[in-house]
């Protein structure tokens, strides 16, 4: 009897989609959250949204660059500014010393799509930008922290809710970096399922199904999990991947063939910091992609949060644009007030110019601003 029930549970763990999804939630309460390798491990991810990424924020620091494109001098200066996500609006505001010579300021903002450079060190040079994409989005707005204590409260919840979703193997395959491979289940959340999940969330439920993939291996451990958003972008998605999901994926296609992806891996392996790889790919219907890498560091501290980004690389294609280091403080800010009013600028004059006519001759704009800053400021002809 013993042996024959052993062969049933091990059968239902192997061939039952539902006997599996549920055991791998179990993995991932008990095995995943506890390995430094898991993306939020050590991070407060409630506390991280609601007053860091979807609240009113201020920022400063310093910089330092050390290769700029086209400019034979390292800059080193400070920074400071403001976000506010209600507002969605961003100032960044920076004073910059080449050598042992200020160069003077220049600021960086952003409002709903468009991003602004005014450039006092240039002669007053200003630009606005149209990116024509939402640079203010947010995270759901966790009324729990998503831990070990949640899944324990939410067992039966949590039992009923996997029995009542659509569930079904396909053929698809996942080899991890390790070389393990998983096997995929499609998941269907029908319209009206899961208000657990969506007050965790902190969202209204939606008006539509939710689908989403999760890879299990062998031992029914989730190597990747995929959540489909193509109701709000037909062909984006969000990834979450590698042994102890160490790894998240956004993607979104982009007007005229072109997009974006964003990943960000932990670096594990550390108790006093949270340390990530970051990567942002934006490819262009011309031909080039644009890159940014670098490593960042995060650590709680009394007043908010530290912030280091180290390895900081701009490129081309594979031309290095520039290189450099950032780091700062970052701390909720209360009763903020008007973000450009703040800052003291007012952007109702500044033409803005449609990306595509930047990303078609990026190479002719530059040596348009650089023409530009050294008829307005003598300085930048010493640097010849």
């Known amino acids: 009897m013993v042996l024959a029930l052993a062969i049933f549970v091990k059968a239902e763990l192997t061939y039952n989609p539902t006997v599996r999804i549920l055991a791998s939630v179990i993995d991932f309460s008990e095995s995943t959250l506890n390995s430094q390798d898991y993306l939020a491990y050590n991070i407060d991810l409630k506390d991280l949204f609601r007053n860091y990424t979807n609240s009113d924020i201020s920022y400063s620091g310093t910089a330092y660059i ?3 494109e086209g400019f034979p001098y390292s800059i080193s200066g400070t920074i400071k500014g403001e976000r506010s996500a209600v507002q969605k609006k961003f100032s960044c505001k920076s004073d910059l010393d080449v050598l042992v010579m200020n160069v003077g300021k220049m600021e960086v903002y952003a409002q709903d799509q468009t991003v ?6 240039l002669g007053d040079i200003s630009y606005g930008f149209n990116t024509g994409n939402d640079l203010f989005l947010t995270a759901p707005n966790l009324n729990n922290d998503l831990n ?8 039966g919840n949590i039992f009923h809710f996997v029995r009542s979703i659509k569930i079904e ?6 080899i991890d970096e390790d070389g393990t491979e998983s096997s995929e289940f499609n998941i269907t959340i029908p319209q009206g399922q899961g208000d657990f999940i969506w007050e965790l969330l902190g969202m209204d439920a939606p008006d539509h199904d939710i689908k989403c993939s999760i890879y299990l291996d062998s031992h029914n451990h989730t190597r990747k999990i995929t959540f489909d958003l193509s109701h709000k972008t037909p062909g984006a998605y969000i990834s979450v991947f590698g042994n102890n999901l160490s790894t998240i994926e956004m993607y ?18 550390t108790d006093y910091t949270n340390s990530f790889s970051d990567n942002i790919t934006y490819t262009s219907n011309n031909g080039k992609a644009y890159t940014i890498d670098c490593t960042t560091l995060l650590n ?17 294609n594979e031309k290095v644009l520039a ?26 004059d500044v033409t803005v110019i449609d990306w595509k006519t930047i990303k078609n001759d990026t190479a002719s704009f530059i040596d348009d601003v650089i023409s530009q800053a050294r008829e307005n400021v003598s300085i930048f002809n010493l640097f010849e």
């Open 169 to 174: 193997k396909s053929d698809a395959k996942y």
């Open 300 to 316: 709680y501290v009394d007043e908010g949060m530290k912030v280091e980004v180290s390895n900081f690389e701009v490129k081309e």
């Open 116 to 121: 602004y450079l005014v450039m006092p060190m």
């Open 252 to 269: 979104a296609p982009l007007p005229d063939g072109e997009q974006v992806t964003a990943t960000i891996k932990r670096n594990g392996e």
């Open 323 to 348: 290189e450099g280091y950032m780091k700062g403080k970052v701390t909720t800010k209360e009763n903020m007030g008007d973000v450009f009013k703040n800052a003291g600028v007012d952007l109702s």
């Open 66 to 68: 050390k290769k700029l």
């Open 148 to 155: 070990r204590d949640w899944f324990h409260k939410n067992k």
